[in-house]
């Protein structure tokens, strides 16, 4: 590792010699070893650079979000005995599978702006595995090497865990007991790399996947197929702008080749510690997914969907 001295995080993490491509698609040993050795060092970079741009920068927030989703999330965490009000914003498409708007469209754009900022920025930051480094691929957790640690940004990613997904998630797929860790990811698919994603499961209780295309940024193919084992059909959908899908980890899903355009989606996932998740039994709102281990989700009160968990946070990612 290059050893700079007198000069700020800042600088010092722009002078970084960032692993390669190659490197990091095959996981290199050194690869995770760059990102730990530096990992305080872009900690403070981050901090650096959003003191430095405050002027100019937006501090993301829940205002961002859809109206609508903000007051019934809001009343239900004064009143959990009015969480019905956010069931009611969801689309059920399968068994496990629900649609909902979550980015509010007229700020929509602002929070894209910001996300050209984090690029712009320079600073290094660790793409998923996997994916070929596009613009958007960039860890969000704090569990993952070279994650987005700007303060604010943090401070948004975590209102959006713990009071939105995660008593979302318990109220429509009963994940209580298995949603004390958080994960998540942006991605951008292109026709020319990263365009599609073959059929598989998710290692969590939940995914949350939200599109963040602005609506006149269109594209063509990248629809999305999941997989109705109750019925053994087929349910294809395609991503909106600012709307999410919400579904169970263990529901098969497979994306099409995206064939003209682009599409940016936040990528969430919720699992027990040590990456448990629940196998089996009944969900709160209909279908299967809750765990043989944990208590039935007839048993879990509004009150306990509205709370955030008691256990700290682990370190271990998935990828």
Same mark, same amino acid.
């Given at each position: 590792?290059?050893? !700079? ?66 007051k ?20 059920? !498409? ?36 996997? !994916? +070929? ?15 987005l ?31 004390? +860790?958080?994960?998540?990811?942006? !991605? +951008?698919? =292109? ?37 109705d084992?109750s ?6 959908t ?26 940016? =989606? ?21 279908? =299967? ?30 990828f």
């Amino acid at each position: 590792m290059k050893t !700079i001295t007198n000069t700020n995080a800042l600088e010092q993490a722009l002078a970084l010699e960032v692993p390669t491509r190659e490197a990091s698609l095959r996981r290199d040993p050194s690869v995770a070893q760059f990102w730990n050795d530096n990992r305080t060092l872009l900690e403070d970079a981050w901090a650096e650079w959003e003191t430095e741009n405050k002027d100019d920068l937006l501090v993301p927030d829940e205002s961002l979000l859809d109206p609508r989703l903000r007051k019934a999330i809001k009343d239900a965490w004064e009143n959990p005995e009015k969480e019905s009000a956010v069931a009611d914003l969801w689309e059920e !498409i399968i068994p496990g599978v629900y649609v909902a708007q979550f980015f509010d469209l007229e700020r929509l754009a602002e929070f894209r702006s910001y996300l050209e900022d984090v690029v712009n920025s320079k600073i290094p930051k660790r793409a998923p595995y996997g !994916i +070929q480094l596009n613009r958007y691929g960039m860890m969000l957790d704090p569990r993952s090497e070279g994650h987005l640690a700007a303060p604010n940004f943090q401070a948004f990613y975590n209102e959006m865990m713990d009071r939105y997904m995660r008593p979302i998630a318990r109220l429509l797929l009963g994940t209580y007991g298995y949603d004390n +860790q958080t994960f998540g990811f942006s !991605i +951008q698919y =292109n026709p020319d790399k990263d365009k599609d994603l073959h059929a598989h499961t998710d290692a969590s209780a939940a995914t949350l996947n939200i599109n963040i295309n602005l609506p006149d940024e269109e594209f063509t193919g990248s629809e999305v197929d999941f997989y109705d084992k109750s019925s053994g059909k087929t349910v294809q959908t395609t991503f909106e702008p600012g709307k999410a899908i919400l579904h169970r980890g263990n529901v098969p899903h497979a994306t099409h080749p995206i064939t003209s355009g682009q599409r940016s =989606n936040l990528v969430v996932w919720l699992y027990g510690d040590r990456m448990q998740i629940p196998r089996g039994s009944t969900s709160s709102y209909g279908g =299967n997914n809750t765990a043989t281990n944990v208590v039935s989700a007839e048993d879990i009160t509004a009150r306990q969907r509205w709370s955030l968990p008691d256990g700290p946070k682990d370190t271990i990612a998935p990828f």
